[in-house]
């Protein structure tokens, strides 16, 4: 366990790196702002549960949100989707306790791949992460389409569908 390349780790490399395993939670923290045709915009206070060793929220908990507001953004096109690629710049960092709001844009929806650009930004505007992703079509949606239940507790307690229609 402690090998590599051929020689032991040192304890304190081995014990460093073992701290960046972490149970990250807080996913059920994002709640939808907006949902239009192309444009979504979540917003949260990221919770203490994002935590990376640093201490601020972890890059893999902001790639789950950026993944989680592109699909959305995606789905509004009216195609089931999932993601093929993403492309990610963390440009400052995101800080725990700190509210910011996820904004995600259609820039190309095809029959085959939705591409949606997503920015994280801080309540003054400021962007902190940017990201694109593309996104593979399964199937066109119809009114008719059967719609995945979410594994855990859908989190709409912000979003009344009842005034968006």
């Known amino acids: 366990m402690t090998e590599g390349m051929g020689e032991a780790l040192p304890s304190y490399l081995v014990e460093g790196a073992l701290n960046y395993l972490s149970d990250m939670t807080g996913f059920s923290e994002l709640h939808a702002d907006m949902i239009e045709r192309g444009h979504v915009r979540n917003t949260m206070i990221v919770p203490a549960g994002a935590t990376n060793i640093h201490g601020n929220a972890h890059g893999g908990f902001i790639l789950g949100l950026l ?37 995600a844009r259609v ?5 085959r791949s939705t591409v949606v650009s997503c920015q994280v930004s801080d309540v003054q505007g400021r962007v ?19 719609i ?17 229609v």
């Open 67 to 103: 993944d989680s507001t592109c699909g959305m953004a995606a789905h509004t096109m009216g195609y089931a989707n999932v993601t093929v690629q993403m492309s990610t710049n963390f440009m400052k960092p995101v800080r725990i306790g700190e509210e910011i709001v996820l904004e």
């Open 107 to 111: 820039l190309h929806g095809g029959r």
């Open 128 to 146: 902190l992460v940017s990201a694109q992703a593309t996104m593979f079509n399964l199937e066109k949606l119809d009114e008719n389409s059967v």
């Open 148 to 164: 995945p239940k979410p594994f855990y507790p859908r989190n709409d307690t912000c979003f009344d569908i009842r005034t968006r």
